[in-house]
């Protein structure tokens, strides 16, 4: 296997293990606030709290990246038994992982969540970097690219 394909089987099972982490992270940030009514983890809040408006945002946010860890899943399975369609499957599923952390960081930078907590949310940055690698792994592999290239 060249040093592409190795790096890129280890992003899929880098990309896959965050992802099955990343739900369990979920599930138990959902029992910390069914009991709590608060969201402390995965995303520590600002000095003053999460608002109401906020807290309802992160909960949208984790509900649909609980739909996308299961995408995700499916790509992985995908890529480990050989299907003809996990390239497209992966390349949705890390681009709209990548599209949530953006507005995951849109809405808690402001909050002043980060300035909080700069070591808590540069972790979880760093954790999630390699997923940009697989998009782009993903990308040159779409039939996209390979019309961009080919006009």
């Known amino acids: 296997m060249s040093s592409n394909g190795q790096l890129f089987k ?76 996990y390239p497209l499957i992966g390349f949705c599923a890390s681009g709209a992982s990548i599209v949530t952390a953006l507005v995951f960081a849109l809405g808690t930078i402001p909050a002043g969540a980060w300035q909080a907590h700069p070591f808590s949310y540069a972790v979880i940055t760093l954790i999630f970097l390699p997923f940009l690698l697989l998009f782009g792994q993903l990308y040159k592999m779409s039939s996209v690219h390979k019309k961009n290239i080919n006009n």
Request: charged fraction near 5%; hydrophobic fraction near 60%; proline fraction near 5%.
């Open 10 to 85: 280890i992003l899929v099972y880098w990309f896959g293990s965050i992802q099955a982490l990343h739900f369990g992270v979920l599930i138990r940030a959902a029992f910390i606030y069914q009991a709590q009514h608060i969201i402390i983890f995965p995303a520590p809040p600002p000095v003053d709290g999460w608002s109401e408006q906020a807290m309802f945002f992160l909960l949208a946010l984790g509900i649909t990246d609980s739909l996308l860890i299961v995408l995700s899943l499916i790509f992985v399975y995908g890529f480990l038994t050989g299907k003809i369609w």
